[in-house]
């Protein structure tokens, strides 16, 4: 009888049920990675907006290249990039943003614009249709102007500040 028990064991491992493995779907690999990268930060005290004390009507003006779409790699599994602006204001004036995109050559593309008095952050999407604007991006102008309201003067405190990023979402399949 001890004989049989050890048997039926074994006959009963042999026969359990598996699943066959495929080893193929190895090879089938999908990542969906996200990554930040920091565009622009600048900041402006009451003292850029005057000269010899008296308030100057002022619109400033920078730009960055951007030149992250130029790896084939890149550009071909991007499928979302999100740009996020922050500001802050402390100035008694309020300022309008303006980012122009413009391809390598200057050919002007999109603007995303929005003011001061709105809630930070403000974020620009690009996906879908609309994911070709920022691929045919070289180049990043940003404009800041300020709105007409109580003029600064050298007692006026105060600055205002910009930083932004992009956000950039990945799908990668081998």
């Known amino acids: ?3 049989i028990i050890p048997f039926f064991i074994g006959i009963i491992l ?8 495929d080893f193929n779907q190895a090879n089938q690999i999908q990542i969906s990675p996200t990554v930040e990268l920091s565009l622009v930060y600048t900041q402006a005290e009451v003292n850029d907006f005057l000269v010899n004390g008296q308030e100057v009507v002022t ?13 084939q790699f890149i550009n071909d599994n991007v499928t979302k990039v999100d740009l996020h602006f922050e500001t802050e204001n402390t100035l008694p004036r ?8 413009y391809t390598e050559t200057g050919n002007y593309l999109y603007t995303y614009s929005f003011s001061s008095l709105e809630t930070s952050p403000h974020i620009a999407t690009f996906e879908d249709d609309n994911l070709n604007i920022i691929k045919n991006t ?8 300020m ?3 109580e003029a600064l003067n050298s007692e006026t405190q105060g600055a205002i500040s ?8 990945f799908n990668i399949e081998s």
């Open 94 to 101: 309020e300022f309008q943003y303006a980012v122009n995109f």
């Open 138 to 145: 070289s180049i990043l102008e940003f404009v800041i102007s």
């Open 14 to 21: 042999l026969t359990s049920c598996a699943e066959e493995v």
């Open 1 to 3: 009888m001890f004989k």
């Open 162 to 169: 910009l930083k932004s990023k992009g956000i950039f979402y």
């Open 147 to 149: 709105l007409p309201g």
């Open 59 to 71: 619109t400033e003006t920078d730009f960055i290249e951007v030149d992250i779409f130029n790896d």
